[in-house]
């Protein structure tokens, strides 16, 4: 088995929704980081994330949609929060995940990461883990 890892270490929201409450977000670098040095602990490679052409995420999302996000996120300081309050009326499906000033990036480096497990698969035939 081959191992993607992007680690959005820049990306640590510090809450979410869960079951109606407002909790502490469990992600964050020190844990991801560890999962990491597990992986490493018995595989010795990892397969580089590749950047792929942010057209991509227009298979999966409206061009308005991603234009609102990125827009929140520019209105965002670097250490604000902004919990979306309703389905569909922020445009945002999750509405328990806070967005940040850096979402979009961190949003597109995790489809980066997948494209690239999902191209070394193909071409290796050889399953890929990814971790973002």
Request: net charge negative.
């Amino acid at each position: 088995m081959d191992y993607v890892v992007q680690l959005n270490k820049e990306f640590v929201p510090t809450k979410e929704i869960d079951n109606g409450r407002i909790v502490r977000n469990p992600e964050n670098p020190e844990r991801l980081k560890k999962i990491e040095n597990f992986i490493l602990s018995f595989k010795k490679e990892i397969v580089p994330s590749l950047e792929f052409d942010e057209r991509i995420v227009f298979l999966a999302h409206t061009q308005e949609y991603v234009e609102y996000l990125r827009e929140k996120c520019a209105s965002l300081k670097r250490e604000d929060e902004y919990l979306p309050e309703v389905f569909f009326i922020d445009k945002i499906f999750d509405t328990g995940t806070p967005i940040k000033y850096n979402t979009f990036e961190a949003a597109k480096a995790a489809v980066d990461a997948t494209l690239t497990g999902i191209q070394n698969t193909l071409e290796n035939k050889r399953p890929t883990y990814v971790l973002t």
